[in-house]
Structures are given as structure tokens and as C-alpha cells.
């Protein structure tokens, strides 16, 4: 169990901890650059955070999967904090599903033809879109600490 919940951890840590820091630290330094710099340093940057955001929520389920079957005996005998932790976490996934094929695919076609305008209409969907999962995961990660207190 512990290696499981480790791994767990660092894969939610590295997911929300990221957007954290795109979001309070990286949104606010890339603002002063111009929109084609701009639009061209967040490609940079999601493409490369995307790759751990896929090995994040792989991990993620494989291993809260394998905690509720095997750890705790099944979906029934897990506490409400590990329901809640598991329908929140995979409405995030798909609010990643959704930035990485639709979103990041659009901004990425429109920064391959010049069009950084378009493209930074994008980055902002994208942006308010991270937000909500930033939330989200914020949220979940309280819930997974304090939940089996309650």
C-alpha cells in the first residue's frame, strides 16, 4: 500500500502542482512577451508538461484502481473521500482529454500557419480550462488528505 499511495501522491502532486505553477507563476512572466513569442512558449511548455500530465493520470488510475480493489476490497468498502476523490478525478481527466485534442491541437494548427491571434484566443480556453482543473485539484488533494477524517 505504500509504494501504491506514493506514487499516487507524486503523480497528483506533479498534475496540480504543475498547473500551479503555469498558472500563478508562468501566465503572469509570459504576459509581458507578445502574443506570437507568447503563444509559441506555451506550446513549448504544454507539450512538454503534457507528456507528464499522460503519465500522471496513467498512474493515477492504475493506482487508485488497484488501491480500491485490492487495498480496500472493492468500491463499496471505500470511503465517500475516496468516491468523491474518483468521480472529481475523472471529470479532470477529461477536462485534460479536452484540452489536449481539441484545444492544444487547435492552437498548435493555428501557431503552424501564423495565425497567433487565433491561436492566443486558444491559449486563453485552454488557460480557463486549467483553472477550473487547478480547482478542481486543488480540491481533490484536500479531500485525499482530510477525507478519512471526516
Known sequence: MAVTLAVHLLAAVVWVGGMFFAHV?????????????????????LRRFMVWV????????????WMIIVEYGGYEYAGTH?????????????????VF?????RMRRFISQHLFPEAGMVMERIRLVV????????LTSTIASAGRFW
Open 25 to 45: 507563476a508562468l501566465r503572469p512572466s509570459a504576459s509581458m512577451l507578445a502574443v506570437p513569442e507568447r503563444v509559441r512558449l506555451w506550446e513549448a511548455v
Open 82 to 98: 475516496v468516491r468523491v476523490m474518483h468521480g472529481v478525478g475523472w471529470f479532470m481527466i477529461l477536462l485534460f482529454f479536452y
Open 54 to 65: 499522460w503519465i500522471s493520470v496513467i498512474s493515477l488510475l492504475v493506482t487508485g484502481y
Open 101 to 105: 485534442f481539441v484545444l492544444f491541437r
Open 131 to 138: 483553472t477550473i482543473n487547478l480547482i478542481l485539484g486543488l
